[in-house]
């Protein structure tokens, strides 16, 4: 058998990013994201508004059906609340910028829950990663980030390995167990049950190590640089990059706002002979400016709570009704899927064999 010579180069590394799930199906373009997240909203809203036409007509046949009894009362009326509109016409639907404000904003809700928790960072870096993916497929007219926000994080304490039992994690966040886990199979398939994540804060970590060993560099200028590039990194997953960049190009980034002369040293020492199959370096130079304005514009711009608090009481009315307990609409799904189950109870009971069909117990 032939002994491979020590000079020859060794097997390229295996790269499992390129070859995930992530890559394949959850990797758009910036103007391919636009085009669904845009999609999405006018189908929500076109729905919304027939829905709504369907709700009113059947509170209208609920009022009719069942006339509210005369109040007997003597105290005074209380203040009223607020009309409802008339007309869908009337109702101010979200846009597509309200959405993802709004997502955002539980975005730094799962930072702020994952670190009362105290769950690692994979925990919140998953759980972060499920929301954003979540609304790709869905709108927030049509489920509320609040509870979808819940069952991302427990379920991605199971997903990385961190279970916390439902009572205990229900008890901090004050809601039902029912609510977290009713959503459970809703995430999984907006999710297409592809549960794993690849995170940009592993590939800064390793970026961080590959510079401790370059020729030239000073580790004392890499671990002074640690703690702001994990910074950046934790911001970034405020944004769209992890759905447009991959994990090393967002980390490259992130180190590149810290110390460019630090990125500089890296690409140089990952440049060889076969660089024309790569990126240029100036396209990449362009590439991770990109991912920084960003960062740094999210960084520039935190979400006001008054802004997200606005769009709250837009959505009362331009949800879907469908969803909503106490609505009319709701209430005669329910009596629909009721009564379809019971339909189906009795077929099946019609077609069991008779009591005294003695050969039934050997069928």
């Known amino acids: 058998m032939a002994v491979p010579s020590s000079s020859s180069a060794p097997p390229h590394p295996i790269q499992l990013y390129p070859q995930s799930s992530q890559f394949r199906n959850w990797r758009y373009s910036k103007q391919g994201l636009e085009k669904v997240r845009n999609e999405l909203n006018v ?7 027939s829905l709504w036409e369907e709700e009113k007509a ?3 046949s609920t009022t009719v059906s069942a006339p509210s009894e005369p109040s007997t009362s003597s105290n ?6 607020t009309p409802p509109p008339t007309s869908s016409a009337e109702i101010e639907y979200l846009t597509v910028q309200d959405e993802q404000l709004l997502v ?6 799962i930072q702020a829950m994952c670190g009362a928790f105290q769950f690692p960072e994979m925990v919140q870096a998953t759980a972060m990663s499920y929301l954003k993916r979540f609304y790709l497929g869905n709108t927030v007219m049509d489920y509320h980030p609040k509870n979808i926000m819940l069952t991302c994080v427990f379920l991605a304490t199971k997903t990385e390995n961190f279970p916390i ?7 901090r966040v004050k809601t039902p167990p029912v609510d977290i886990l009713s959503l459970e199979f809703l995430v999984s398939q907006s999710l297409k049950f592809e549960y794993k994540v690849h995170h940009a804060h592993l590939a800064l970590n390793g970026i961080l190590l590959d510079l401790q060993t370059c020729p030239g560099v000073d580790p004392s200028s890499v671990a002074s ?3 702001k590039s994990q910074s950046n990194l934790r911001s970034s997953r405020h944004t769209s990059a992890e759905l447009i960049h991959s ?9 590149q706002l810290v110390s460019p002369s630090l990125v500089d040293s890296y690409l140089s020492s990952k440049e060889s002979k076969a660089s024309q199959q790569k990126l240029e370096r100036n396209e990449m130079m362009k590439l991770l400016e990109e991912i920084g304005e960003m960062i740094v514009w999210q960084q520039k711009n935190p979400v006001e709570k008054e802004k997200v608090k606005d769009i709250d009481k837009r959505l009362k009315w331009a949800r879907n009704p469908e969803k909503d307990p106490s609505s009319a ?4 799904r329910k009596r629909e899927e009721e009564e379809e189950k019971e339909r189906k109870e009795r077929e099946k009971a019609a077609k069991r064999p008779k009591p005294e069909d003695d050969g039934s117990v050997f069928d």
């Open 76 to 81: 005074p009326p209380s203040a009223a609340p």
């Open 104 to 109: 955002t904003y539980y975005l730094t809700q």
């Open 165 to 171: 039992s439902i009572d205990s994690f229900s008890a």
């Open 329 to 332: 609409l709701y209430k005669k």
């Open 43 to 49: 189908q929500a809203v076109q729905r919304m508004k």
């Open 247 to 255: 994990p090393s190009q967002i980390a490259l980034s992130c180190l």
């Open 58 to 60: 059947q509170q209208a």
């Open 225 to 227: 640089s640690v703690s």
